[in-house]
């Protein structure tokens, strides 16, 4: 070959040090993709959040694009319209499974970009170990096969860091076109999670102090800014303007975030559960705002917004103390699952099983990455550590999230992502450290790694409430296509694999009510009443739910005395061991009153009047904030006096009232 010819050639070959790693990944999540395709039973079924994008993908295809006659955006709606184009094109099923696929792509990508980023930070010893730290990193192989938007957050993030180092780094046109695509980039993150509006001020913070340090002539601190901020709210514009002219409702992007500020901000939150709080809990909460009269997503969110702030002036101890161990739990090798049991995806795939360990004392990949991350961090030094500046500020941002929310494996992934390249980067220049004799940083750097190394071991919950299990996750996909049987097989099924699951026991005794076994389900309701260790709303569920199943029995003198007990309670604010339990402030008992009003029909049916007026006007004093049960109330008062409608009755159950089985579960 003519040696002209040649040097292109060997110009754009990729570098052992990068191709390794990406091919490597590609193997492992494309075995890891086959291994679920061939044993998962959920692998084509979306759930929990994969579920609501699912079903925002269909009213998407069904309704039209903007989604006309439906609220606001709940949660951010980029990975909705992705999926809807990947099911448009291959059908509800093949689009669910093209979504995993989708990201499977993604953190391939990752790696190659975690890897190139460290090779040219750091050299090829950085780029091998960033590179295969990503490719064989356990948790990152289980999302990189979920139809979640966690991988391609993750690329869009190192991209964005990429474009952002690019400026630092570039002549001024380079400079000004870097800014306003990274500010883009973060603005699809953003569509994709709100939180990353919070990435894009911390970028756009980096990029003003940037040119007030005088790293580049220009442009100026404010346009540097201007030039990340503008672009990313013009990427966010067009979900505002849906949300504020189709929806008339003034939502900036999603309003899932005030509920979700309030509930992991309360020392009621199981902060190891990843939102997997009892199914009571989260419905009172999430409908007070409705009760209220409060019916826009945006006074939904104010609503939440307001009443975490007000808790956290009551009683800043206790909120500073929950930040505290929020930030050790972001440390914490274990990983917070809230869609799908790690145990689950183990079970299905060996590799993965091989890559995730989550023991009781040391649990991977994050125990040891996190000591490794801190140490390389410390390593990096001064200039490399200004280098590396984009990806840093962008991985700050993120991880602050979880610490401002609650901790969940998926929230705390991209931060992950993002730190890999600059730790690798220090961890190389080790070697050149210990020969100039930077002994003092090199020991901060191991006494760092040993103190992440005990946070991670000892944050380990000795146990915790966990996402639904596979078993609860086919029932739930069987009772939505109208099997009935086949869900209540479903959900014994997971009562007898883990007898001691309140979740799973409180769901089939549900199911059972509903399906006129109220003699079977009042044996489980017992079970979960007697449950000590059990959050108090498990347990007030139960009773309350006890006393529908006796007066669907017709032994309404029982079901009153099961409604008292749920009322002696207080179901508004609960107590577990106590704790107080999610207390929203200068809201009426609307709780109490539904309670009120299923007791005030049992009376009724049972032949005493005066004590279901008794009951009724109970309601009609302490509700009357809330219109829908005080009207109730008052219909079920007229019909006690004989001024009743049509029918002469208050109804058995009031309507829109059930639990999680009858009403469908809430979004989360």
Known sequence: MHPVMAEPARGIRTPACIAVPVALAAALRGVH??????????????????????????RILESGWLLPGSAAF??????????????????PLGGVVAGRVLSAVCGVLAVWLVARTALRLGGPAAAWAAGLAL????????????????????????????????????DEGVRVRSLALAGALLGLVALTRADGLIAALAAAGWAAWEARRRTWDAPGAARAAALVLVPALAVVLPASARNAFVARDPVLISWNGGINLFMGNDPGFDQASGNWNPDLAWMRLYDAPAELGLRRGADHQRFFVRQALAAAAADPATALRLLGRK??????????????????????????????????RLALPFGLLAPAIGAGLVLLGRRRAAEAAPWLVLAAAWAATPVLFFNTARFRLPAVVLLLAPAAVGWAGLPR??????????????????????????????????????????????????????????????????????????????TLRVQGACEEALEH?????????????????ATRSSGRCLAALGRYDEA????????????????????????????????????RLELADALRRGGQPVAAAAELSAVVADCGEADRLAGRAQAGLRALAGAAGPDGTTGSAPPGDAPADEAGERPR
């Open 74 to 91: 709940y949660k951010g709606p980029l990975y909705s319209y992705l999926l809807a184009v990947l099911i448009g094109l291959f059908g």
């Open 135 to 170: 490719a064989l990193n356990g948790t990152a192989i289980f999302y990189d096969a979920v139809a979640l938007p966690v991988s391609l957050t993750a690329l869009l993030l190192l991209l964005a860091g990429e474009r952002l180092s690019a400026a630092r780094d570039g």
């Open 33 to 58: 993709l086959g291994l679920l395709a061939a044993s998962d039973p959920l692998f084509a079924v979306p759930v929990v959040d994969s579920l609501f994008h699912a079903k925002e993908a269909l």
């Open 560 to 595: 009153a005395a099961a409604y008292r007990q749920a009322l002696d309670a207080d179901p508004d604010r609960p107590l577990t061991a106590g704790r107080p339990d999610f207390h929203l402030r200068g809201v009426p008992p609307l709780a109490a009153c539904r309670i």
């Open 327 to 360: 930030a050790l739990l972001w440390c914490s090798g274990y990983e917070i699952a809230n869609n799908q049991r790690f145990e689950d995806a183990t079970r299905h795939s060996p590799l993965l099983a091989a890559l995730l360990v989550q023991g009781r």
């Open 525 to 541: 309701y017992v079970r979960v009443e007697a449950r000590e260790d059990a959050a108090a709303e498990w347990r007030i569920a």
């Open 433 to 510: 450290a210990w020969r100039a004799g930077e002994r003092r940083r090199i020991g901060v750097a191991a006494g760092l790694a040993l103190l992440l190394a005990i946070v991670a071991s000892v944050t380990i919950p000795a146990a915790t409430q966990l996402p639904p299990s596979e078993e609860l996750n086919l029932a739930d996909h069987a009772a939505e296509a109208g099997r009935a049987d086949e869900a209540l097989a479903w959900r014994r099924r997971a009562t007898e694999r883990d007898p001691r699951d309140v979740m799973a026991r409180i769901r089939l005794a549900d």
